[in-house]
């Protein structure tokens, strides 16, 4: 093979099948909150602080299509979507914001979890 067409079979290699081996960003939004309740090691439910600096996880608040239905609550947040706020001692760590946020939910008073 001359070095011409070396070039472009690696070309068509990466053009073609890199994106096969590779997650699309598709597939991190269609699954971002794992079966177990946690995104990127961290539970999503328990003890939740709201911060303005170094949070845990970005959140945005929506009314469709969440990747997660939060219920806030005064005891007992042992379950996915659970929360209980508090200022000391957080499970997690919490910023609101508008855009480009880790993960979107819902605030809702029954059936908190993974929609």
């Given amino acids: 093979m001359t070095t ?6 690696w070309v068509l290699l990466l ?5 096969m081996t590779m997650p699309s960003s598709t597939a991190f939004a269609a699954g971002k909150i794992g079966k177990d309740c946690t995104f ?6 328990g003890k939740v602080k709201v911060v303005t600096a170094f949070p845990d996880l970005k959140v945005q608040i929506v009314d469709t299509f969440p ?10 947040p ?16 919490i910023q609101f914001v508008k855009a480009f946020p ?13 929609p």
């Fill in 40 to 45: 990127k090691g961290r539970k999503l439910f």
């Fill in 102 to 114: 880790d993960i979107k939910i819902k605030y809702v008073t029954a059936f908190p979890g993974l």
């Fill in 67 to 76: 990747d997660l239905k939060v219920q806030a609550v005064d005891a007992f």
């Fill in 15 to 19: 053009v073609f099948f890199l994106p």
């Fill in 4 to 9: 011409r067409r070396l070039c472009w079979v």
């Fill in 78 to 93: 042992d379950k996915c979507g659970k929360w209980k706020m508090v200022d000391a001692f957080p499970d997690l760590k």
